[in-house]
Nanobody, 127 residues
Framework: QVQLAESGGGLVQTGDSLRLSCAAS????????MGWFRQAPGKEREFVAA????????NYADSVKGRFTCSRDNAKNTVYLQMNSLKPEDTAVYYC????????????????????WGQGTQVTVAS
């Protein structure tokens, strides 16, 4: 069983930045890809970003490309989502997730790829 805990959300103004963190309990954290998703009210949970287990590969949704950066510190069992130039449409609950299978990255953009989810952290961007 893997436990994930997100933090760093809050209320910001358009154009501001936030850094989300996701701490994982997995002893073999460095062998797992990680993903970030978000869910706005009335909408489905959507892919935001993903990072391979080594951190050498990252992928982003088109809507956040160039503004968000995903990174990880395997020594701290933590993955980060740096969010710059925030827009009101970025308002959502943000979730981190980890797949059930180690050393796999194919399918990172699909919710079904992930087996464990955090509780989410609210990000609100005021216009």
């Amino acid at each position: 069983q893997v436990q994930l805990a997100e933090s760093g959300g809050g209320l910001v103004q358009t154009g501001d930045s936030l850094r989300l963190s996701c701490a994982a309990s997995a002893r073999t954290f460095s062998n797992y890809a990680m993903g970030w998703f978000r869910q706005a009210p009335g909408k489905e949970r959507e892919f935001v970003a993903a990072i391979s287990w080594s951190g050498g590969i990252t992928n982003y949704a088109d809507s956040v490309k160039g503004r968000f950066t995903c990174s990880r510190d395997n020594a701290k069992n933590t993955v980060y989502l740096q969010m710059n130039s925030l827009k009101p449409e970025d308002t959502a609950v943000y979730y981190c997730a980890v797949p059930r299978v180690m050393n796999v990255y194919y399918g990172y953009q699909n919710r079904g790829f992930y087996g464990y989810w955090g509780q989410g952290t609210q990000v609100t961007v005021a216009s």
